[in-house]
């Protein structure tokens, strides 16, 4: 049962464009969000969070969008650069303790020149 | 500031060989740790976490293991590989925060 799912394992956006990764949840127990950014044999970085009681976190070219009645999150990413080029996996927490997080299985970006 | 460390960086083993990766942190007391696997074109699948000394769980039945000897120290082993124990294998941690940390990774290759 994937209770945090990414539907485009791959995006391709201009540079200097706005980006736009989504991540979809089942569970309405979720209380907090998090972007992770990947590149290819290194580990995941955190970008950035949101909690469950706001709907917009913004941090630089970052943004995140939650909608909760929707189960829908997305990451904004304003005006997108060739270093952005990677992977995001989105990750939610807070139903299963220990600080645990459940993971989607990440969509690629492309950041075309 | 805090520091985690994996290694080896990349290992390629024969099916059947025993296996230990090892994870350290420094810079921080008491944090929970995590051992991942990342499959080929797969996403982050959670194997087990630790939040104390001794303390284990597991999230996946598999042919893996995992101990926490000391505060800062997360083993993950296995007595006889399979061919399907290859992937990338990461290290985490936390403490106060929900963001986790992820370490640099160890590739394993099972042939």
């Known amino acids: 049962d994937q209770q945090v799912k990414q539907n485009s394992p791959s995006l391709s956006v201009q540079e200097g464009r706005i980006s736009i990764l989504n991540c979809d949840y089942t569970?309405?127990?979720?209380?907090?969000f998090l972007w992770y950014k990947k590149y290819p044999a290194e580990g995941p970085t955190f970008l950035i969070s949101?909690?469950?009681?706001?709907d917009k976190n913004e941090d630089g070219r970052f943004t995140v969008f939650l909608n909760k009645s929707a189960k829908h999150l997305s990451l904004h990413i304003v005006p997108s650069q060739p270093g952005d080029s990677a992977v995001y996996f989105c990750?939610?927490?807070?139903?299963?303790?220990?600080?645990?997080?459940?993971f989607g299985q990440g969509t690629r970006l492309t950041i075309n020149p | 500031s805090q520091t985690i460390h994996q290694w080896p960086a990349t290992l390629v083993q024969p099916v059947g060989s025993p296996l230990s990766l090892e994870c350290t942190v420094e810079?921080?007391?008491?944090?929970?740790l995590y051992w991942y696997r990342q499959a080929a074109g797969r996403g982050l699948q959670l194997l087990f976490y630790?939040?104390?000394?001794?303390?284990i769980s597991s999230e996946v039945p598999q042919n893996l293991s995992a101990s926490r000897p000391q505060d800062r120290q997360f083993i993950l082993s296995s007595k006889k590989l399979l061919l399907s124990d290859s992937g990338f294998y990461l290290c985490?941690?936390?403490?106060?925060?929900?963001?986790?940390?992820f370490g640099p990774g160890t590739r394993l290759t099972v042939l």
């Open positions: 949101i909690s469950s009681i706001k």
């Open positions: 810079g921080t007391s008491n944090p929970n």
């Open positions: 985490a941690w936390t403490s106060t925060t929900v963001s986790q940390y």
């Open positions: 630790s939040v104390g000394i001794g303390q």
């Open positions: 569970n309405s127990m979720f209380d907090y």
């Open positions: 990750a939610a927490s807070g139903i299963q303790g220990a600080q645990k997080l459940v």
